[in-house]
């Protein structure tokens, strides 16, 4: 009987380190995107860069939120990474949603590698309209 009482114990005690383990393993597991930086725009015009961020690679989304323009009523977004050389351009994403009311548009680029990236709004487009953002994210 006691041999039962000691490893009931002993079970109890190893599904509690198990559990404890498990538990930290997921709190230090990164996200899929771990990174992100905010800010706004003022006044930004066709071909303005944004920042540079230094990606260890994975997907990059962009989020405007609370557009506006005395011109047009959407602004296009390009990722690009810094490279010696000519910047590779990857796909444009037209953000209109943002021009709503407190709305919010977004544009997210798959994997490009690791690298130092930044957006260009209007990149090489005739709009020469300028467009602000109240908030913008980058989650990298």
Known sequence: MI?????ARTGKRAVIVGMAAAA????LAMPAQASSWSS?????GADFESRRWTDTGGST???FTSCSS????????????????????YAIANFTNCFNSGAT?????DDHGSGDYYFVVNYAT???????????????
Request: net charge positive; proline share 4%.
């Open 105 to 109: 548009s977004s544009g997210t680029w």
């Open 61 to 63: 989304t962009i989020k």
């Open 24 to 27: 930290v393993v997921g709190a």
């Open 126 to 140: 005739s709009t020469y309209a300028t467009v602000s953002v109240k908030s913008l994210t980058v989650y990298y």
């Open 3 to 7: 041999a039962t009482s000691t490893m």
């Open 70 to 89: 005395a011109g047009t009523q959407a602004v296009g977004v390009t990722l690009r990474k810094d490279v010696f050389g000519p910047d590779p351009t």
């Open 40 to 44: 706004s725009l003022t006044n930004a």
